[in-house]
């Protein structure tokens, strides 16, 4: 994946995200085109350019806040947001967020083939080395 260029959005939008950190809904103003060009896994040769939305970080570097495991949506910059119709993907958020912590395989079934779709695991803390 590779931006390939950036513009201003000609109309902005915020995007909705839960910080699960603080157990709550952040918003972020995404004010900013970008044309992303991503390679096709299956065909090394292809490569699509997609335009989408992105933010700006506390550095002033842009990211796309839809690759983000805890992004919901975007809405138009002056909606008003109602809490309980993100009750339901708040959840999934929460037990990604637990199955990526835990670590755990997915599999994909279609009719009798079954194959792993992601393997996620926990990362390993290594504790400090005594150099005594």
Do not use: C, W
């Amino acid at each position: 994946m590779m931006i390939m260029s950036i513009m201003a959005a000609p109309n902005p939008k915020r995007a909705v995200m839960y910080d699960d950190n603080t157990d709550e809904l952040v918003f972020h103003l995404a004010d900013i085109i970008g044309l992303i060009a991503m390679d096709n896994p299956d065909e090394p040769d292809e490569v699509a350019y997609i335009p989408m939305y992105m933010v700006s970080d506390n550095f002033g570097g842009y990211n796309l806040p839809q690759l983000d495991i805890r992004f919901i949506e975007f809405i138009n910059t002056f909606d008003q947001v109602n809490l309980d119709q993100y009750l339901p993907q708040i959840e999934e958020i929460k037990q990604e967020i637990s199955n990526i912590q835990n670590g755990t395989i997915e599999v994909e079934t279609k009719g009798n083939l079954t194959q792993i779709k992601r393997v996620t695991r926990r990362p390993k803390l290594e504790a400090p080395k005594d150099e005594d």
